[in-house]
């Protein structure tokens, strides 16, 4: 599975402390704030979600795109400390 990662943070210490817990996990950086996987998988990927949740705050956005699941585009983003989940079939 593809997994790309846009990130939006509101200070440069969680950045940091992202881009360490992210590259820890098998992301490479591509661009600044996204990073890149073909590597991880669904349980790894439930874990990171969980430990970038505890991570980030209110003024942090996070947006996963994962291919193929089930030859579906999921989009799944963190923004206001709430995870919210697109589905987009072909």
């Known amino acids: 599975m593809f997994i790309a990662l846009a990130c939006d943070f509101g200070n440069e210490d969680t950045r940091i402390k992202a ?3 992210l590259q820890e996990y ?8 996204l ?4 590597t991880l998988n669904d349980k790894n990927l439930a874990r ?3 430990e970038l949740d505890k991570l980030t705050d209110h003024y ?10 089930e030859d579906t585009l999921v989009v799944t983003s963190l923004e206001e400390k709430r ?3 697109m589905l987009l079939k072909t």
């Open 60 to 69: 942090d956005s996070l947006r996963f795109y994962q291919y193929p699941v």
């Open 19 to 21: 881009d360490r817990i």
């Open 83 to 85: 995870w919210k989940r």
């Open 26 to 33: 098998g992301f490479r950086k591509v661009q600044r704030n």
């Open 35 to 38: 990073y890149e996987t073909n």
């Open 48 to 50: 990171l979600k969980l």
